[in-house]
């Protein structure tokens, strides 16, 4: 007898909800298989450290700090918020809280950080092979549709 939720899905009709069944797939294999425990959250916040530490990102990031005014409480709020999320990365010894002079923090991997990426960027290649999904499909879905998270956080001014 197949799964009750195989009929469910295959009469789907909505993109975006097939989307996010494959997305928690990919995130739910990634978690089981990873060597230390992680929430999703902090898989991806993980990544991000990887990415804002490219140097493109954080010139940009620099630049985006300097136009927050030192008395903006809305600023402080979430800096706070945000920093308490990569203090739990630190405990884990996964990034390292570094002072700067040109941002309020930056946080970059530690060796066990990248080794840890490392492992979930492999474990997301075999959940590729098994997903076995037309990947100029999903590119053409992700061309169309871009511009309306751009847009968006150019609104935000990619604070946060």
């Known amino acids: 007898m197949a799964h009750p939720h195989v009929d469910a899905i295959s009469s789907m ?58 008395d903006d409480k809305h600023f402080k709020l979430h800096s706070k918020l945000y920093l308490r999320k990569y203090e739990k990365l630190a405990k884990k010894d996964l990034v390292e809280i570094l002072d700067a002079d040109d941002l309020p923090y930056d946080v970059v991997l530690t060796e066990y950080g990248e080794e840890v990426l490392s492992e979930i960027r492999s474990l997301e290649s075999d959940w590729a092979q098994i997903a076995d999904c037309d990947i100029n499909e999903l590119r053409k879905i992700a061309l169309n549709t871009f511009e309306i998270s751009y847009k968006f956080k150019k609104t935000q001014k990619y604070q946060f």
Request: aromatic content about 4%.
């Open 13 to 70: 009709e909505d993109a975006s909800k097939l989307i996010d069944i494959i997305s928690e797939s990919k995130i739910n294999y990634v978690r089981s298989n990873l060597s230390i425990h992680l929430h999703e959250s902090q898989i991806k916040l993980l990544k991000n450290v990887d990415k804002h530490s490219k140097k493109h990102h954080r010139k940009a990031r620099v630049r985006h700090y300097a136009k927050i005014s030192d």
